[in-house]
C-alpha cells in the first residue's frame, strides 16, 4: 500500500511538472487540440458522404455507425492521452541511449516512461466521442441501465488496456532493433478498422482484427452489443480477458528487453 500511495505521489508531481511546461507554449497546445478535432470531425463527413450513396451499410444505419465511431475515440483517447510516449521508445529512446535516465532511477522503468508526459492532443478524441455517444442516448439507439452503464464504463477500461499493450508490445521490439516505430505504425493504425462493422471487411481482415490484433474488441464488439446488435455480454468478458493477456505478454517482453538493453555506442 505504502508503494502505491508514493508512486501515485509521484505521478501527480511529475505530471504537474510537465503541464506547467506545455502551458509555458498554450499556442502549440491549442493548435494540437484544434488538429485533432478537425480530424475526427473528417472521419464523420466521410460517413455522411458514404450515407449520401447508400442508406443502409450491411445492415448499419448512420447513426449506428456514427455509434460505434464515437465509441471507438473514447477507449483511444484514454490511451493516447496517458501512455503516448511509449511511442519515444519506439521511435528514440533506446537508439539515442536517452533510455540510460530510466535505467538510473530506483523506479519501475515503465512508470516513469508514462509518467514522463501526457498528450493534451487526446482531449479532442475523448470529445468527439463523448458527443458522438451522447448524441447517440438521445437518439434512443443505445439500451441505458445500470448494467449497461456498467459494462460501458468497464469495456472502456480494458479497450484502453488493450491499446496500451498493442502499443507497449511493439515498441519493445527496440531493445532488438533500436528503432521499432515501423512495426509499432503499421499496427497500430489497424485501430482504424474498428471504427465500422467488421462485416465490411474480407475474411482475412476480419480474422487480423478480431484474434491477432485484436482491435475489434476495443470498439465494434463491444457497440454492438450496447447497440443490441446481435453481440452478447460474454463479448465484454472476452475483451477483458484479452486486454489482461495483451497486457501481461506485452510487460513480459517490455521487462525482458531492458534486460537486453544496451546503451548507446555499445
Not at 470531425?41 to 448499419?60: A, E, H, K, V
Not at 443505445?142 to 468497464?154: E, P, Q, R, S
Amino acid at each position: 500500500m505504502n508503494t502505491i500511495k508514493r508512486y501515485a505521489r509521484l505521478y501527480r508531481v511529475l505530471i504537474s511538472q510537465f503541464l506547467k511546461v506545455i502551458m509555458q507554449s498554450k499556442v502549440d497546445f491549442f493548435m494540437g487540440l484544434i488538429g485533432f478535432f478537425l480530424t475526427q470531425f473528417g472521419g464523420i463527413i466521410f460517413l455522411y458522404l458514404i450515407f449520401r450513396q447508400i442508406p443502409s451499410l450491411n445492415g448499419w444505419t448512420l447513426d449506428q455507425l456514427i455509434f460505434i465511431y464515437g465509441f471507438a475515440q473514447l477507449p483511444r483517447g484514454i490511451d493516447h492521452l496517458l501512455t503516448d510516449n511509449i511511442w519515444m521508445l519506439a521511435w528514440r529512446l533506446v537508439v539515442s541511449g536517452d533510455f540510460d535516465r530510466y535505467m538510473l532511477r530506483p523506479m519501475n522503468v515503465f512508470f516513469q516512461i508514462i509518467s514522463e508526459k501526457l498528450q493534451p492532443d487526446a482531449v479532442g478524441e475523448l470529445l468527439v466521442g463523448t458527443i458522438l455517444v451522447a448524441g447517440s442516448l438521445s437518439k434512443g439507439i443505445v439500451t441505458v441501465d445500470a448494467i449497461h452503464i456498467i459494462l460501458f464504463i468497464i469495456s472502456l477500461i480494458a479497450g484502453s488496456l488493450i491499446y496500451t499493450s498493442i502499443k507497449l508490445f511493439f515498441a519493445s521490439f527496440a531493445f532488438w532493433v533500436k528503432i521499432s516505430g515501423p512495426f509499432l505504425q503499421p499496427a497500430y493504425e489497424l485501430a482504424d478498422f474498428a471504427k465500422y462493422p467488421t462485416e465490411i471487411y474480407s475474411k482475412a481482415v476480419r480474422f487480423i482484427i478480431t484474434w491477432v490484433i485484436p482491435f475489434a474488441f476495443v470498439a465494434y464488439r463491444p457497440a454492438s452489443y450496447f447497440l443490441g446488435k446481435g453481440a452478447h455480454p460474454a463479448d465484454i468478458g472476452i475483451e477483458c480477458i484479452i486486454a489482461v493477456l495483451f497486457a501481461c505478454v506485452a510487460y513480459a517482453l517490455f521487462c525482458y528487453g531492458t534486460h537486453k538493453y544496451e546503451s548507446a555506442g555499445n
